[in-house]
């Protein structure tokens, strides 16, 4: 008989499975989020600890110091680092001071119109039909109102005040998140594990929280830090005409439309606060951008 020797089979050697990499690593590792959440906790510090980092009181006036420039000009004083203003005002005080403003009226027009835009956009998206008409015809209305004229009318006839520009923009706000919600959400229905949830005899609004939310929420996340980016350069250009946060308030906005007037002397007045704006805003876009490329299924891996 003839042995048959079987040929030697060569193994190949596998790879371990490697871990995904935790929530805060992935975090680190996105530029645009770390330099947005670094320009947005400067600002926060700013805002929560104004009473212990401005060095005045931000409405105190000293007519005798008007106009002082900041200490890297020739005539500037370590007294006041940033200047004072036409009043005399310290406006390293107001520019700490001003963060709160422009903090609060972005959080609370996100919160306000993202919880009106996120709810229809959640139901319209979810139910279709008729009530998805409904809703559509909603956000058309809302969209042919110009968000900037229907604030500068509805303000010049209440009243120009913090709580009436908040309400006004958190109002107006809305149709973005309903827009992209709607979307994504249709997108959503109907997938696998919404179908295992209603066949498991879940109730709709668990199933819109519980299932369909949380895998829409990078959408929303984006969503939201656009619209909080928004508010803020609205309640600045409101506050610039004169029509949204009232002196003596430090408004970063109110303060470039009181230094207009003194914009080809003193160019420091309108740039402190506009950089300070500008950075702000910045740093909640990329803070945006990051978290959804954190948070989004394919960043994961």
């Keep these: 008989m003839t042995d048959v020797t079987a040929p030697s089979m060569q193994l190949t050697p596998v790879e371990p499975l490697r871990a995904a990499p935790s929530l805060v690593a992935r975090m680190l590792a996105t530029p645009a ?11 926060a510090i700013m805002a929560f600890a104004a009473p212990l980092l401005s060095p005045y009181d931000p409405y105190d006036q000293d007519l005798t110091r ?9 005539k500037g004083s370590w007294n006041h680092i940033l200047g004072t203003d036409n009043l005399g005002r310290d406006y390293l005080s107001r520019v700490i001071y001003g ?9 609370a027009v996100m919160i306000i119109s993202g919880i009106i835009g996120t709810t229809l956009g959640l139901v319209a998206g979810y139910f279709g039909g008729r009530v998805d008409m409904v809703v559509n015809f909603i956000i058309t209305a809302r969209l042919a109102m110009p968000v900037v004229l229907v604030a500068l009318a509805v303000v010049a006839v209440v009243g120009g005040s913090l709580i009436v520009v908040i309400l006004t923009l958190g109002l107006l706000k809305w149709d973005r998140f309903a827009v992209v919600m709607r979307s994504a959400t249709q997108q959503v229905r109907t997938l696998d594990y ?5 066949a498991a005899g879940a109730s ?11 895998n829409v929420l990078p959408h929303l996340i984006v969503v939201a830090t656009v619209e909080a980016g928004s508010a803020i350069l609205l309640e600045a250009a409101l506050s610039f005409l004169g029509l949204g946060v009232q002196p003596p308030l430090p408004s970063w906005g109110l303060m470039i439309a009181e230094a207009k007037s003194f914009m080809f002397f003193s160019f420091w007045l309108i740039a402190i606060p506009g950089t300070a704006l500008a950075l702000l805003v910045l740093g909640i876009n ?3 951008d990051g978290l959804r490329d954190v948070l989004a299924p394919e960043g994961r891996a």
């Design 194 to 198: 919404v179908t295992a949830a209603e």
């Design 99 to 107: 963060a709160r403003i422009s903090l609060l009226i972005g959080v």
């Design 66 to 74: 008007r106009l002082v420039p900041p200490v890297w000009y020739a």
């Design 204 to 214: 709709r609004t668990r199933v819109i929280v519980g299932e369909i939310l949380p």
């Design 33 to 43: 989020l770390v330099i947005g959440l670094s320009l947005i906790g400067i600002v």
């Design 286 to 288: 990329l803070a945006g």
